[in-house]
């Protein structure tokens, strides 16, 4: 869901209630098999069903190691409401940055990526694949549904390659204690704190 000239969410009550009953219209006329928001909290969801509208198929909120959103998640779960991840590569040690995205949070998340003996670094060489194959594996091991971008076809391929080999359970565990809370991916703050 989109809010006009405010990003990827929206953040006020009236524009998230509006844009949820548009989309609910169009699943009714049947212009769309399932609908999904994008950046919603607890909080948020608790709208709609104060407002006895339906419940989303899918929330896509960012989601990676070091942003694991447990509560949230859960919530998802227990709400039958899968959870969507993107910039699911952020810990990833060659990360890009979009200009103008940089926050202080994310040049020390950055910096962390590009130790030597950054966890991703260590865990892709033990199971013989890239940094971005074990987060996108760990994504998939969680259940979670992931978009990663790219435009590079060996990419995409590599990417697309994350089921000849599975993360074990101590390394799954040491993954779960490296959450940092909030996402880096929007310079303005993680929009799922939107009021």
Same mark, same amino acid.
């Given at each position: 869901?989109?809010?006009?000239?405010?990003? =990827?969410? +929206?953040?006020?009550? %009236?524009?998230? &209630?509006?844009?949820?009953? #548009?989309?609910? %219209? !169009?699943?009714?006329q049947g212009k769309a098999r399932s609908i999904g928001v994008?950046?919603?909290?607890?909080?948020?969801? %608790?709208? &709609?069903?104060?407002? =006895? &509208?339906?419940? @989303?198929?899918?929330?896509?909120?960012? !989601?990676? +190691?070091?942003?694991?959103?447990?509560?949230?998640?859960?919530? !998802?779960?227990n709400n039958g409401i899968t959870p969507i991840a993107y910039s699911s590569l952020v810990p990833l040690s060659t990360w890009r940055i979009a200009e103008g995205q940089a926050s202080a949070k994310t040049e020390e998340m950055k910096a962390d990526g590009l130790q030597a003996d950054a966890p991703f670094k260590i865990m892709a060489t033990k199971y013989g694949v890239t940094e971005a194959q074990v987060l996108l594996r760990w994504a998939v091991?969680? #259940?979670?549904?992931? !978009? @990663?971008?790219?435009?590079?076809? #060996?990419?995409?391929?590599?990417?697309? =390659?994350?089921?000849?080999?599975?993360?074990? %359970? @101590? =390394?799954?565990?040491a993954i779960e204690k490296m959450d940092r809370g909030d996402g880096v991916a929007w310079a303005s703050g993680d929009p799922t704190k939107a009021p």
């Amino acid at each position: 869901m989109r809010a006009t000239g405010k990003g =990827d969410a +929206p953040y006020d009550r %009236e524009h998230r &209630l509006a844009q949820w009953r #548009g989309l609910v %219209e !169009l699943k009714r006329q049947g212009k769309a098999r399932s609908i999904g928001v994008s950046n919603f909290s607890i909080e948020h969801i %608790e709208e &709609l069903k104060s407002a =006895d &509208l339906p419940m @989303p198929a899918a929330n896509q909120i960012e !989601l990676h +190691p070091w942003s694991q959103k447990p509560a949230l998640v859960q919530y !998802l779960n227990n709400n039958g409401i899968t959870p969507i991840a993107y910039s699911s590569l952020v810990p990833l040690s060659t990360w890009r940055i979009a200009e103008g995205q940089a926050s202080a949070k994310t040049e020390e998340m950055k910096a962390d990526g590009l130790q030597a003996d950054a966890p991703f670094k260590i865990m892709a060489t033990k199971y013989g694949v890239t940094e971005a194959q074990v987060l996108l594996r760990w994504a998939v091991q969680k #259940g979670y549904p992931v !978009l @990663p971008k790219s435009t590079n076809g #060996g990419r995409i391929r590599t990417n697309a =390659d994350i089921f000849s080999f599975s993360i074990d %359970e @101590p =390394d799954m565990a040491a993954i779960e204690k490296m959450d940092r809370g909030d996402g880096v991916a929007w310079a303005s703050g993680d929009p799922t704190k939107a009021p």
